[in-house]
């Protein structure tokens, strides 16, 4: 019975989308808005990657004609440069603190100052106020801080007698400093959506909750993150395309360095494929990030997809 009933569901939903896209009303919005929509996704976004992915198969260096076609070779030089390993790595390393630091303070920071009042307001405006900020201004402010000579983190341990390393210089420091300035940038974006999504729970569930005897804890994680999934899953996509994409933070922090041991995806790119004039070998890295983007992406709906059903 469920799934006769399931079937003419779907069957009433597919007509009435139908009929919405036969009717007048709705046909002239989508004839009016649709074609400037592609035309601008078409030369901006589909047209640069199918330029890419052809410069990938040519040695160029972005004069003259495209004639040297090299095939897989710069797939290859990609795969075994010496640098990639280590700009996947870190790449890797930005999604886990986005996923396991950045959006836990996000959510415990939002069931904090869920409540409304102006203190409160102005504490939530305090910690969205990074997010507020350009990236490269972000890092040029982190930069003075962590700068080893005149920057705020020596002062700071030399007045408690402590020697601070160079820490955008060191490579064993260097990864764990841009950690703190992301986590710092972006947790507060994270917590607003959570904020947004804990004012939207009705007042009433929570109060009968409290009455029932059911301690803060309890409210939290059984009614409280399971009524704001909608929020989570759309912070979560935020978190990971982010990290994949990471590059204007890091310029002005460390520029990759030192010695290129905190390059992310982007920023070898962009180090080893546009500086130097190796736009089919940047190409290549282009493909294989958009690759990994799209099977991010189809494994994240496929699991959204089974929770759902569940």
Known sequence: MTSVATGTDMSATTAVRRRRYVDRKSLLPLLLFLPPSLILFTLFVVLPMIDAATFSFFDWNGYGPITDFV???NYADVITHRNFGTAVRNSLIVVAVSLLIQLPLAMWCAIALAERGTHINLIRVLFFLPYMLAEVAAGLIWKFVYDGNYGLLPAIGGAIGVDMPFVLGDKLWVIPAIMLVITWKYFGFHMMIFIAGLQSIPGEVIEAARLDGVSKWQIVRHIKIPMIRSAIVISVFFAITGALQLFDLIIPLSNGGPSHSSHTIVTFLY???????????????????????????????RILFKVEQN
Not at 273 to 284: D, E, N, Q, V, W
Not at 286 to 300: D, N
Request: charge should be positive.
């Open 271 to 301: 180090q080893f494929g546009i500086l130097r004039m190796k736009l089919g070998f940047g190409g290549a890295v282009s493909v294989l990030l958009f690759i990994a983007c799209v099977i991010v992406a189809l494994a994240y709906r």
């Open 71 to 73: 095939g897989f070779e």
